[in-house]
């Protein structure tokens, strides 16, 4: 059934028994509030936050995880083509999470205008939140129903009313930027009365009503969507001149630049948010969590100190090599080298067996490829170069940091890396800014940074940065059994779309295809 008309109005995400009493279904119940309804909110995506079975194993490993070659996978026929539980799932997930926010948005209405003063944050906060996982369904699939959608609770059950119409993805990146714009001056200068501060403080799973963290989270996020449409042209202009006056004014526009700052959903006690093992499951089973070859090729002949943090040897290999799966062999092949257990997987301790493992949102080296790939186009190579070494030293300690989060040992503990071990890295042959000839090779160097980075860990930044820069040059096998013989350039409409909002899904039909390029793609 089609999700925006469903009705997933109440908090069914809370299904754990701590938030079982708190966060009722609102359409049982007379009452509710805002706070209340803004935690139902934040809970009802946390599938797609924190690393777990759905997202991992429904969804990514049999595709995001495959277009990025951040893993790797014995060949199949049809397998660029999304499967229909994972594109269905990923969109009946989100018009869910958007319903919610509809329903905090109904309540937040009803309020009296000094009560909607006196709650503002909330709205300012849960909007924020809703952008960033409204930039991935656009960067999935371009347009999609956004305006009008969710709003089945509010249209007072008329579905006839409910139907959303489509909205251009220019349209919804030119709302959310011009919010998260005016956010970023209205909550610096909010006044937030004590005791709804600290109910916010209690209700806030993402950053625990720290207004500093929510500052920044808006300013990271507003800098992610600027850089991604920096290539577009309607959007060039903007992007430049609102990034420049992002990272001029870090007094008024503050944004992550430290793994301490890192914007993230944390786990602070096991069963709360997240089965233990629901990561474990989601990577690992079926073999989700083999390494792709072009990846672990490249850090194990850059000496990358990051190695043994994002991976490990397999079990059976011979002298403790690393070892990637090449993705060019006949898959016969490739199936026995996953059985062999010769072949290298994701670290379990330091990823999927971590039960203490984050959901990640934004975090510093992102931030400073970003800030390395503007100064770079802006001709200021020397800051370019700055925020691109910095952001190698962040992601270092990144998985660190990550690691020292774990409760699992696993697999061995690296060594950590010395700062002379860094700085060599940084200034090996193939990594080194100094070393790049010109302006296409730096941003050739940004662009692996960025993979090597996400990885599996941020798979939908991965792929979309991977589209937009273009500069990684993966090599794939050809399915030559069907029409999309190669990875594709955005996600299908799931078939719900065509039976349930038939109307409106006509008038996108035409761009409904595996290769049309979203708007910002511009390769």
Same mark, same amino acid.
């Given at each position: 059934?089609?999700?925006?008309?469903?009705?997933?109005?109440?908090?069914?995400?809370?299904?754990?028994?701590?938030?079982?009493?708190?966060?009722?279904?609102?359409?049982?119940?007379?009452?509710?509030?805002?706070?209340?309804?803004?935690?139902?909110?934040?809970?009802?995506?946390?599938?797609?936050?924190?690393?777990?079975?759905?997202?991992?194993?429904?969804?990514?490993?049999?595709?995001?995880?495959?277009?990025?070659?951040?893993?790797?996978?014995?060949?199949?026929?049809?397998?660029?083509?999304?499967?229909?539980?994972?594109?269905?799932?990923?969109?009946?997930?989100?018009?869910?999470?958007?319903?919610?926010?509809?329903?905090?948005?109904?309540?937040?209405?009803?309020?009296?205008?000094?009560?909607?003063?006196?709650?503002?944050?909330?709205?300012?906060?849960?909007?924020?939140?809703?952008?960033?996982?409204?930039?991935?369904?656009?960067?999935?699939?371009?347009?999609?129903?956004?305006?009008?959608?969710?709003?089945?609770?509010?249209?007072?059950?008329?579905?006839?009313?409910?139907?959303?119409?489509?909205?251009?993805?220019?349209?919804?990146?030119?709302?959310?930027?011009?919010?998260?714009?005016?956010?970023?001056?209205?909550?610096?200068?909010?006044?937030?009365?004590?005791?709804?501060?600290?109910?916010?403080?209690?209700?806030?799973?993402?950053?625990?009503?720290?207004?500093?963290?929510?500052?920044?989270?808006?300013?990271? =996020?507003?800098?992610?969507?600027?850089?991604?449409?920096? !290539?577009?042209? @309607?959007? %060039?202009?903007?992007?430049? $001149?609102? *990034? #420049?006056?992002?990272?001029?004014?870090?007094?008024?526009?503050?944004?992550?630049?430290?793994?301490?700052?890192?914007?993230?959903?944390?786990?602070?006690?096991?069963?709360?948010?997240?089965?233990?093992?629901?990561?474990?499951?989601?990577?690992?089973?079926?073999?989700?969590?083999?390494?792709?070859?072009?990846?672990?090729?490249?850090?194990?002949?850059?000496?990358?100190?990051?190695?043994?943090?994002?991976?490990?040897?397999?079990?059976?290999?011979?002298?403790?090599?690393?070892?990637?799966?090449?993705?060019? =062999?006949?898959?016969?092949?490739?199936?026995?080298?996953? !059985?062999?257990? @010769?072949? %290298?997987?994701?670290?379990? $301790?330091? *990823? #999927?067996?971590?039960?203490?493992?984050?959901?990640?949102?934004?975090?510093?080296?992102?931030?400073?490829?970003?800030?390395?790939?503007?100064?770079?186009?802006?001709?200021?190579?020397?800051?370019?170069?700055?925020?691109?070494?910095?952001?190698?030293?962040?992601?270092?300690?990144?998985?660190?940091?990550?690691?020292?989060?774990?409760?699992?040992?696993?697999?061995?503990?690296?060594?950590?890396?010395?700062?002379?071990?860094?700085?060599?890295?940084?200034?090996?042959?193939?990594?080194?800014?100094?070393?790049?000839?010109?302006?296409?090779?730096?941003?050739?160097?940004?662009?692996?940074?960025?993979?090597?980075?996400?990885?599996?860990?941020?798979?939908?930044?991965?792929?979309?940065?991977?589209?937009?820069?273009?500069?990684?040059?993966?090599?794939?096998?050809?399915?030559?059994?069907?029409?999309?013989?190669?990875?594709?350039?955005?996600?299908?409409?799931?078939?719900?779309?065509?039976?349930?909002?038939?109307?409106?899904?006509?008038?996108?039909?035409?761009?409904?295809?595996?290769?049309?390029?979203?708007?910002?793609?511009?390769?």
């Amino acid at each position: 059934m089609m999700i925006v008309l469903a009705l997933a109005v109440s908090l069914s995400g809370c299904q754990y028994s701590e938030f079982e009493e708190s966060y009722t279904d609102p359409s049982k119940v007379s009452t509710t509030s805002v706070e209340k309804q803004f935690t139902g909110f934040v809970m009802a995506n946390r599938d797609y936050v924190l690393p777990g079975y759905t997202n991992y194993f429904v969804v990514l490993r049999i595709t995001l995880n495959r277009y990025t070659q951040a893993a790797g996978w014995a060949n199949e026929e049809n397998q660029y083509v999304p499967g229909l539980s994972a594109t269905s799932g990923r969109w009946s997930n989100y018009y869910n999470f958007l319903a919610q926010y509809r329903e905090l948005e109904k309540v937040y209405d009803g309020l009296s205008d000094q009560g909607k003063l006196d709650n503002r944050v909330f709205m300012i906060t849960a909007a924020t939140y809703l952008y960033d996982h409204t930039q991935k369904m656009v960067d999935l699939h371009g347009a999609i129903p956004f305006s009008e959608a969710g709003m089945l609770s509010t249209n007072r059950g008329d579905f006839g009313i409910s139907y959303p119409a489509y909205d251009a993805p220019e349209a919804i990146y030119t709302k959310m930027l011009d919010d998260l714009a005016g956010f970023a001056d209205e909550l610096r200068t909010l006044d937030i009365k004590p005791g709804i501060l600290t109910g916010f403080e209690t209700q806030d799973l993402i950053n625990r009503g720290d207004i500093d963290s929510w500052l920044k989270y808006i300013n990271s =996020l507003r800098f992610r969507m600027l850089n991604r449409v920096s !290539g577009a042209p @309607t959007f %060039s202009s903007r992007a430049a $001149s609102e *990034i #420049s006056a992002i990272l001029s004014n870090p007094a008024n526009y503050p944004i992550v630049t430290t793994n301490d700052e890192n914007i993230m959903m944390r786990i602070h006690t096991l069963g709360t948010l997240i089965g233990a093992t629901s990561f474990q499951s989601g990577l690992e089973d079926w073999d989700g969590n083999i390494a792709g070859m072009a990846i672990l090729d490249h850090m194990k002949g850059n000496d990358d100190p990051r190695l043994t943090y994002v991976f490990e040897p397999g079990e059976q290999a011979v002298n403790g090599e690393f070892m990637g799966l090449d993705p060019f =062999l006949n898959a016969s092949e490739q199936t026995n080298l996953i !059985g062999s257990g @010769t072949l %290298s997987i994701y670290n379990r $301790s330091t *990823i #999927s067996r971590n039960q203490y493992f984050p959901g990640m949102l934004i975090n510093a080296s992102q931030v400073h490829l970003m800030a390395a790939e503007y100064y770079l186009r802006a001709g200021q190579d020397a800051q370019a170069q700055m925020h691109y070494e910095t952001a190698i030293k962040e992601s270092v300690d990144y998985y660190e940091m990550l690691r020292g989060m774990s409760n699992n040992g696993v697999s061995p503990s690296p060594e950590a890396p010395t700062t002379d071990i860094v700085e060599g890295y940084i200034a090996s042959p193939d990594i080194s800014w100094d070393m790049a000839t010109g302006q296409m090779e730096k941003m050739g160097l940004i662009a692996e940074q960025k993979w090597l980075h996400f990885n599996v860990i941020q798979p939908y930044e991965n792929w979309a940065e991977l589209r937009r820069i273009d500069m990684l040059g993966l090599d794939f096998w050809e399915d030559q059994s069907n029409q999309q013989s190669l990875p594709p350039s955005r996600w299908v409409y799931p078939d719900s779309e065509q039976t349930y909002n038939s109307v409106n899904y006509q008038v996108v039909q035409a761009d409904d295809n595996l290769s049309r390029n979203i708007f910002w793609d511009m390769n």
